[in-house]
Structure formats: C-alpha cells, structure tokens
C-alpha cells in the first residue's frame, strides 16, 4: 500500500519520549553506557584482567602514575589493575548476560504463550501447568542447583537463569493473545480465509508488543541483578574477568581500606537497573494505562 | 421450503441450506469434569436460501440468529445437523474448496471497527481479502481498492486514512467494501445498522439494496429490529430460544402472522398514535426464560397466553399452513391485523 | 464453592508444584551432573568409582532412585549432608529460624516504613514528598541488596563503629542486616501502595463520603486502607518468600548472619548434593505454604472473593 503520508497524525514517538524527561534522560544514559561498554578500548588503555602489584590498592586520582600513563581515576583494586577499566570491561559481561538471557527467555516465553494462547485447550492447560509449577519454584535455589551441577562461569550462568526466564513472558504473551483471540478482528481474518499464521503474525502480535516491551526492559534488569548476585557469591563470572557484581565479591574484604573498589561496581548496577525501570516505566504507561505495577 | 435437499436439480437448488442444525455451548466443566449443562442455543433449524434472495432473520437477544450466521460461514463449529453451501457439505471441504467456499461467503459486522486492526490503513484493510487469496497486488491492488471504496459511495482518497479518524457511517462502508472485495455471491450482515444513528442506517440500506443487483448477492439479514427487515428482505425467518418458529415470505408474514411470538415482536413496533395502542394487544407474559437446559414442550409456552397442556408437552413441528408459509405452533392463530 | 473445598484444591496444586519441583532438582543433580565424580578426586580408580556408585545407591535404574527420594522426603529423611555428617534436616531447621527472624524484622521495616509514606505520597502526587518517595524506592529497588549492605557497614560500623560488622548474638547483630534488607520490600510496597491509594482517593465513594462530611481519617481506615490490602499483602508476601528463598542469601553472606541463605552458599562450595535437594525442598514447601496463607487472607479483605 503506497505510503502516502498520513495528514491527521498524533504526534509522534520521539515527541511524546521527548516530553516525559526522567524517560528520556534515562534512556540517554543507557546509550551511553552501551555505547562506553562496546568501544572499551577507546575509553581506557589497562588491562582488565592483569595489573602492576607494585600499584595495588591506589585510591582514586587524578595524577598519572608513571610517565606517558593514565591515571587511576577509579584507582586500583588488589592486583593492581585499574578499576575504571574493569568496570568498562565488567560491563560487557554484566550486561551480555542479561541482554543474553532476557532475548533468549522473552523469544521461547513468547512464542510458547502465543501458542497456548491462540490454540487454547490441551496445548494451552499443559503449558499453563508447566508456568505455574515453574513458577511457584525457587527460582533462585534451581539456578544455584545447575551452577552446582555445572560448575560456575559464564555461560552455566547464562543457562542456568534461562530455565526461568521464559514463564514471565510466557504469562504475558498469552494474556495478550487471550485479550485479542476472540475479538472480532481475529474473527475477520477466518472470514476472508486469512490462515493462522497471517493472522497470529500480522496481526496479533503487532498489537501485543508494547507491553511486551515492557516486560522485556524490565526483566533485563531483573537479570542484571540476577548476574550480579551470583557472581558476587562466586557463582558466576569467574575471575580474572570482570563482571560488576564479581568486582564487589572480591572487593569486600579489602572494603576498610579499599571502599573504591566495592564503591563504584555498586553504583554501575544501581544506575543501569534504575535506567531501565525507568525506561520500562514510561513504556507502560505511555501504551497501557490500565496496567498495575507488578 | 423443501425439508430434504435435492441435490439433483439446479434451478431450484438453494444457495444455503441447513438441515437439522444444533449447536449447544457446554457450561460448567473443566479438565477432568464433563459439562453437565448445554445452552441450547441452535436448536434442530431447518433453512433454505435460494439465489439472489434476502433472509430475514430476527428474534431477540440470546434466539440464536448470531450463531446461525456464524454457522452458515463455518465461523463456528457445529454440534450437529449439515450446512450445505451450493449442495455441498461444508464441512466435507478440501483445503481448497475451502478456500473457495471464503471468497464465496462474507460476513458484514455489527462494529466493523471492531473487526479492523486498527494499526492498519483502510486501504490495507479492504485490500487484506485481495491479499490473501493472491487476486491483486501493488498498483493493481490499490485500484482495486479504490473501486471497491467508489462502489460503496466514500472517496478513494480514505485508503491512505486510518479508521479511527472516520465516522460510524464510514466505518461501515468499508466493512461492507471488504466483504465485497472478493465478489462473494452469499453474504451474512449481522445487525449491520444497528449501531448507526437513523439518519445514517437508510444511507447503509440503499447501499446494501443496491449492490444486491450490482454484485448478485444473497443476503442472510440478521436483526432484531423487524421493521428494517421488512424494507431489505425478500423472505422472513423468525427465532425463538434457539428454534424456527416460523418462515416465509416478507409481506405474507407481516400480513398474516401465523404464530404469536410473531405477533408479539411486530407489535413491539411502537404505533405512533397513542389512541390506537391497544394494550390487551401484547400476549406476551413475562421474561424469555434461560436457554439451558430447556424443558420438553414447546419454547414459547411460559410466555404464551394461547398455551394449553400439549404445548408444554411437546415440541411443534414446523408446517406449511399456507402456501409458502410455515409455522410451528399447535394453536390455529392467525392475526390478519394491518400492520 | 466453600472455603474448605478451595483449600483442599490450594493444597493439592501445592503437593504438585512439591513434586514437580523436587523431581527437577532430582534430575539436575543425578542427570546432569554426577555426584561420584564430584565427590572424588580427580586419581581415583575404577573400582572406587564404581564401589561409591554403589554405596550412595546411584547404580539403581533412574526411576527407583527418584521413587527412593521422593518417599524418603515424604517421611522427611533426606539423607546425610555429606559436607557435615549429619542428618540434613537438622542442618536445614538448625539455620532456619535466624534468617525468619531476620526477613521478618526485614519486611516488618519496610511495613513501618513504606505504607505510612505511600500514603502520604498518595495525599499529595507530584509534590516534593512523591517525588521522595518514588525516587527512593526506585533507587532501594535498584541497588544490589549486598551492595546496600556493604555501604551501611562502611559507615556505620567500620566509620562510626555504633554497630558491629558481622554476626549474631545482641540486637545490635540485626540491626544492619536487617535495614539492608528491608530496602526491596519497602520499595516494592511503597510503589504499589502509593499506586493503589491514588486510585482509592480518586474513587466515587470516597467523594460521596468526603461531600457527606465523614473525616478524613475515617475514610484512610475504615475504608482506603482496606481496599489496598489484597495488592500490598500480594506484593509482601511475595517478597517475603523470595527472601526466604534465597534473596536473602546475599546480606547473609555480607554480615555473617548464619543463616538459611548463608547454608545454601556453603552447600554450593562444597558441592553437597543432598543438602542442596533437602534446602529445595524446603523452600518449596515454604513458598506454597505462604501463598496459600495469602490466600486465604484475600478472603478477609476482600469480600467480593468469597470462595
């Protein structure tokens, strides 16, 4: 259908983003982290994973310590290495896992929900089931279970945090397709003699997808914070890598005389998960103003 | 009305024919519990639409009329009974007749806003049908949708809008637009005015009147509103709780009302002059019972002043008692009043 | 249907979800991974692997192990921890109490704090107090938990040193862990709180009751308040039993509470099989338990759910 421009138009996208600040600065540092994050090397010249003993333990400055150097903005840690730059570095890893699981999750959780959704009966309740004893589970024990079992690094984690990522947007999809599946849109399409496959794609998932953005932001900061935890108890990323929530496990020890090293991590995730609820916040309520905070 | 199809002959052939056609919706029950109620909401109707006809269909709420549109366009599935489409059975498809079977059948809706994804143009919306069966595309396509907008009377310029920037009347135009797009010859219009405002319903019914002859179309006219069905239909169907309680044509219906729910929906009509309502008139009593369930004897009894013993007893048949005209009641009523 | 029969069904779906938890667990660990090698060192030889095998009962056809395990757990005998040599039940009961206590008080905080300034925030959206209160709930809801911690234990016991760093003993002990705790729940509930009180306050009736005259007070009590119940004990209890659950594995960790969260990272460390299924088992238990407590609280609160 030629694309003539449409006169009487809401405005836009990006003007409404525009109006609402908070949403919009956040999202703006959120960039900026990403965009840090990806041209690491750009932005710091040590090493993330080995440092100078001879420098351990510097508090944060602004003087170089050896000629033609940078200095240690953030200081150093317990091997010497530079905290700014594992925190560059950690970000990769930090925020890899939680993109990671929370793309895989929402791409299993929704085309599952869309399935039981839209078929509804056996397919549905067996699905149902599988949600609810999945989700009355404890999800962080199970995680810890496969780490165990596993062994710990990065990617037992990544698989170990899938195995529950799914039921969230699993829940959703399908409440949507729900919502949608008996309207009289749906029952158009059988009418011209659309097949199920226009329909669930052209159609249904198209209008479900905002709250499904939604949820997407907001797990991804929920996996932020999963990530975080387990390597902070040493289940997760394993060193010498960097991870933000590792720095803070290993860090904690040296906490009375080294705060830097535990100090900054801290802020990293705080900020970043505090951006995406944000984000996520503003997505809501901008498309779906009956939603109730979870 | 024949009461068994005679697939043999041609010119007499109905378009649409249902033979003991039931659907029952189970409630109560779940994974392991069978349903132990059914409403009856389809109950054993027998009906024939020949070529270039227009049924009306009309009853209250909850009589089942819906459901028989939905029916007849395999939108829902049946309990039981055949729906034959041109003398074939429609549930006997191949994925092609099928195929064939949805360019053949539409369906007009009462909101066709609400039938719209309302993400997409107009154009887009009219032009889906096209789509689908691969009958246009691009330039072609989009001539195609400006015809089909011209024939319904709006501007072609409407393709590139969005429906919710047109008005009610609009919105309905082009619902029917995209039920003509893919040149059906049978088309089921479920209380297509009755969420218009007066002015704009006459507009909506010339419209359908003539594109009956334009398109050669076959109307199933479902509604409540038995004065509108009178204007548009060539024949009349009325339901009661599920059942045909009494069919045939228009103006031998309305001048001869052979069975008293018909009498009393037609004179649910409101009569302008206050002096000649006549109260004593109404015969019926009470509310319309649950469809659930329904006890043995005939639907209409706990309503109907007439009702004796064997109407509670048993169910009436449906007979010709003119020519032309069935009804299924046990008492000889007849109400030859002007209307 | 009555409120019996409702409770017959919660607590059939629990011994399912009890079943179909402690079967995955059971999977993960005898499937996946392999207890016998975990448990030997890397030069073992053959017969020992295979005499372990045999002692720990893992050369039975899967489906009698799993039968073995569930009808042990049934009696509650989940074997012999194999890092502590006793009975893994009296592992679990000995370290649960302290980390109740410690949720308790947590969530007990977050109540005292939360719901009177989600109030408050309701009374007046927009104002310097919402934006307070929104801020800082977002910021408790950010923040790693164990981060919280470090930071309060910077300042307050190694700056100021009014409190101690780790530990259990004094009320002073809980202190700490406890505030660090308490920020996620608070957060949670002053946002749904705030949320649900808005849309209270602008509701019909509380504008026929404030036109009749009736006191402000009055209203907040007898008639807000209860309608927000069901999402704020919603929210709560599910906080609660994340908590238990592990959430508060974390803080534990950072002030040396030895408590449930505390055990369950030591059983990792040290690859203790049995422990591990008997913890899971345990907070399945727990979690389906308090759900059902919620609700059937529900039901008080809210009239219009009578089951």
Known sequence: MANKPDRKKRYSLMVRFRHNKVAFVSLIILILIFIVTIFAPVFTSYSPTSGTLSQRLQAPSFTAPSEGASPHYLGTDQQGRDVLSRLIYGARVSLKVGFVVAIVGALIGITVGMLAGYFGGWTDMIIMRLVDIQASSPTLLIALTFVMVLGPGERNLIIALLINSWTLFCRMARSQVLIIRGSAMVESGHAIGAGNKRIVFRHIMPNIISPLITTFVMELAHFINAEANLSFLGFGVQPPTSSWGLMIGEGRQYITNAWWIVLFPGIMIGITVLCLNLVGNWVREEFDPLAVKR | MNNTPEKGTTAMEPLVSLRNLKKYFPIGGGLLKKAKSNVHAVDDVNLDIRERETLGLVGESGCGKTTIGRLALKLLPKTEGEIYFRGQDIYKYNPDQEKKFRQQAQLIFQDSFSSFDSRNRIGDIIGEPLIVHNIAQGSELEDRVAELLKTVGLKTDLMYEYPHTLAAGQKQCVGIARSIALRPSFIVADEPISALDVSVRAMVLNLMKSLQTSQDLTYMFISHDIRVVRWLSSHLAVMYLGKLVEYGETEEVFNNRLHPYTEALLNAVPIEDPRDRDIEKSILLGEVPSPVDPPPGCRFAPRCKLAKERCRQENPVLEERRPGHLVACFENYHGDSEI | ?307
């Open chain 3, 1 to 307: 249907m009555g409120m019996g029969k409702y409770i017959l069904q919660r607590l059939a779906f629990t011994v399912v979800v009890i079943l179909g938890v402690s079967i995955m667990i059971f999977l993960i660990t005898h499937v996946i991974g392999d207890p016998v090698a975990v448990m030997l060192p890397l030069q073992a030889s053959e017969e020992q692997r295979v005499a372990l095998t045999a002692q720990l009962g893992l050369d039975k056809p899967i489906l009698e192990q799993l039968g073995i395990f569930l009808s042990d757990a049934a009696r509650l005998d989940f074997g012999i921890s194999w890092w502590q040599r006793v009975p893994c039940i009296n592992v679990v009961m000995e370290k649960m109490p302290a980390t109740l206590l410690l949720v308790t008080l947590a969530c007990l905080i977050a109540v005292v704090v939360a719901i009177p300034l989600g109030i408050a925030a309701a009374y007046k959206p927009g104002s310097l107090i919402d934006r307070l209160l929104t801020g800082g709930s977002l910021l408790g809801i950010s923040l790693p938990p164990f981060w919280i911690g470090l930071m309060l234990m910077l300042v307050f016991a190694v700056g100021l040193g009014w409190l101690p760093t780790s530990g259990i003993g004094s009320w002073r002990h809980v202190v700490l862990p406890a505030v660090t705790l308490a920020f996620n729940p608070a957060g949670h509930l002053a946002q749904i709180v705030r949320f649900e009180m808005i849309q209270q306050l602008a509701s019909n009736y509380v504008l026929t009751a404030r036109s009749k005259g009736v006191k402000e007070i009055v209203i907040l009590f007898r008639h807000a308040l209860k309608n927000i119940m069901t999402s704020a004990i919603t929210m709560l209890g599910s906080d609660y039993a994340k908590l238990v659950g592990g959430l508060c594995a974390t803080v534990e960790v950072v002030f040396g509470w030895p408590g449930f969260g505390h055990l369950v990272t030591d059983t990792i460390h040290n690859l203790d099989f049995p422990l591990l299924q008997t913890e899971v088992f345990f907070v399945a238990v727990f979690v389906c338990l308090l759900n059902l407590l919620i609700d059937i609280l529900y039901a008080f609160f809210d009239p219009r759910i009578r089951y």
